[in-house]
């Protein structure tokens, strides 16, 4: 099946640029119709080929599309869904890329569009950020979710096409139990990043003075703020927690050091050690997570 | 500078295996007499035509060697120089590849042979172990600290001749400052992993469901508790502060998510993002470290 035409892209950083750049290698590549807040970015995408309409506001670029993709953080996607719901055209399909799920749906439903709104969250990411950043091959064999609450078959069908044209490997997914799962998966291992990378700071280390172990470990304090903080205000208690049981697993450790468990410190290594044999992820160097 | 023949290597793990292998490499390669606690990595290595001499007791590969290197465990690293007193040719010049300095120079110091004692510590590892995941390339562009406590400029020359033989970049440093650093540098990564992999596991998730991020996050746990258990003892006190540190840091972060202070968030992502970008460190897909 092929992608709708046009794709209409609201942001052109590291995922709706890339999403650009992927979609233009297509055999039957659509046209794009985007808008981006950096300016630069949308000249950038426009030099580059892989643009053909460069709008002027998010809502030229929303009403110009068959299939719209939200590609801005969770914050500005929850509110031009508000904003935009007089500006889709009745056929179109409309997706986005967030990290949560549950308060995107909500806000389709809300804006009358549930019908036509399937929710996207590509598992991939890079450090960099902006469409100098973007790059076609960024969701070759990644997995991305989609949300099963809302969306009638058209347009499922729609936007597993997109994934699919892209290389990457759609996967139907409840919104709540997504969002739940990326607490897990994909907040905590940023903000433990973060964490590692703030102590080593604080005791004077450089990232060069790492190993490649530590370097791995503090890749992805790397990552741009702006798109974490709405997904963790979204998810605020449950990250807390999140955070809070790896401090105790931390603290547990540091008991069995003080006082000499050995064989308690062996048999959690040993266990850990068992789990990450146990699944194969994606390529290491495609560096963080959306 | 060449390499001084023979070459006697305690241990054909990883490390002793990749050493090995990176010897046979060179144009002017030296013998290399080894033992090996694990029979079977012995018969690998000379079946892979990167052992000369097999030998049936450490004493035996220390006793017949020009340099010896010992790459085993920390714990048998300090008993082996212990019993080996009566051992090593008098011209010997003695190395160890452990990943904590202090200790092992104490062991030295008292066995008698601090003028021709100098330890290492290369900065790589991988989360596989045994002969079988031994590669020539893993010293490759990797510092390895050389402890400037002990060890005439003879010896000194013959282990940084060693190191710079296989590719990696040797610099000197005390053993004190040296261990004081990898509790922060190589520990805390280590243990923030396993850490981090335990939480995973217990809500269910597999290593398969994380994106490239949290795959980074977790590559460490996969390293063998062997190597890290004496590590971790010796230095115990001193990394149980580290973990403490870093719990409270996370902490700390759960508060400010609770209590919805963005701007701290927000200005804590800032500051390690920043931090990141400071150096680069060796290439990612070594893996682990030692």
């Known amino acids: 099946m092929t992608v709708r035409s046009p794709v209409g892209i609201v942001g052109l950083g590291l995922m709706g640029g890339s999403l650009a750049r992927a979609l233009a290698r297509l055999p039957d590549a659509p ?3 985007a808008w981006s807040r950096d300016r630069r ?15 002027a506001t998010p809502e ?7 299939l719209v993709v939200y590609a801005v953080p969770l914050g500005a996607i929850l509110e031009m869904i508000g904003t935009h719901r007089r500006t889709w055209p009745p056929d179109a399909v409309i997706t986005d890329v967030a990290g949560l ?5 909500e806000r389709a439903r809300a804006a009358g569009v549930a019908d036509r709104f399937v929710g996207s969250h590509p598992m991939t990411g890079a450090e960099a950020s902006g469409f100098a950043a973007a790059r076609a091959g960024i969701y070759q ?5 989609i949300t099963d609450d809302t969306g009638d078959p058209e347009a499922h069908a729609a936007v597993a096409a997109l994934w699919r044209a892209v290389g990457a490997d759609p ?11 990326m607490v897990w998966a994909s907040h905590l291992p940023q903000l433990a990043s973060n964490a590692l990378a703030g102590v080593l ?8 003075d790492l190993g490649p172990g530590g370097h791995d470990m503090t890749r992805l304090a790397a990552s741009s703020p702006g798109v974490w903080l709405d997904l963790l205000d979204a998810a605020g208690p449950a990250v807390a927690s999140a955070l809070e049981e790896l ?8 008991a069995d050091l003080r006082e000499g468990r050995a064989a308690d410190l062996e048999a959690f290594m040993d266990t850990t050690r068992r789990w990450t044999a146990g699944g194969v992820g994606p390529a290491a160097d495609r560096g963080g997570e959306g």
Chains 1, 2 share one sequence.
């Open 101 to 105: 799920k549950t308060p995107v749906l």
């Open 141 to 145: 064999g990644v997995p991305v979710w």
């Open 247 to 254: 401090s105790r697993v931390l603290e547990r450790l540091a």
């Open 41 to 55: 970015d949308l000249e950038l995408a426009r030099e580059a080929g892989v643009v053909q309409h460069a709008a």
């Open 201 to 208: 700071e604080e005791h004077g280390l450089a990232r060069a």
């Open 31 to 33: 046209d794009v119709v």
């Open 60 to 66: 030229e670029a929303a009403a110009g599309a068959a």
């Open 171 to 181: 996967r139907r997914v409840g919104a709540e139990a997504h969002d739940r799962r």
